[in-house]
């Protein structure tokens, strides 16, 4: 093997990485997937809200939303790969901040004495979490790519 030839299979194999990280980014950022789990999420978030009988039917309407995606999301994926730390770390503290956005807007709903602060709260999740999705997107990638593992 000459050195033009490893060079070349060097090459070759970082094109590949590249080309799973593409398709990786691509599927994490589905569109679909956002839709469906924002949906659940807003299910279970505002059920608090509702009477005992629908507040049931609604978390396991929601939760059934939320855990199919994953399931179907996971299943179509064509590059399957374990987190890293670091990535871990970011989803963990977007998820807390999340949780703290909500209960802080439920409680601000409470103490405006309005009736649904949680279907409220819910909602201001929702969107946050959309907006979210969007503006992190390159600072997930960076990450994702930092770590250079596929």
Known sequence: MTTYDAQTALDAIHHRQEQTLDGYMRHAGSRPQLIVSTLGLFAVCSSFDLPSPWKTAAVLVGNALVLG?????KRRAPVRRKATGP??????????????????????AYFLHLSARHTLAAAVTVLA??????????????????????
Do not use: D, H, K
């Not at 995606?69 to 999301?73: A, R, S």
């Not at 979490?129 to 596929?150: D, K």
């Open 69 to 73: 995606g994953l399931f179907v999301y």
């Open 87 to 108: 990535e871990v770390l970011v989803y963990a503290a977007v998820g807390v901040l999340l949780l703290v956005l909500f209960w802080a807007v439920a409680i601000g």
């Open 129 to 150: 979490i959309v907006a979210v999705s969007y503006a992190l997107r390159p600072f997930v990638e960076t990450i994702v790519r930092g770590n250079g593992q596929a």
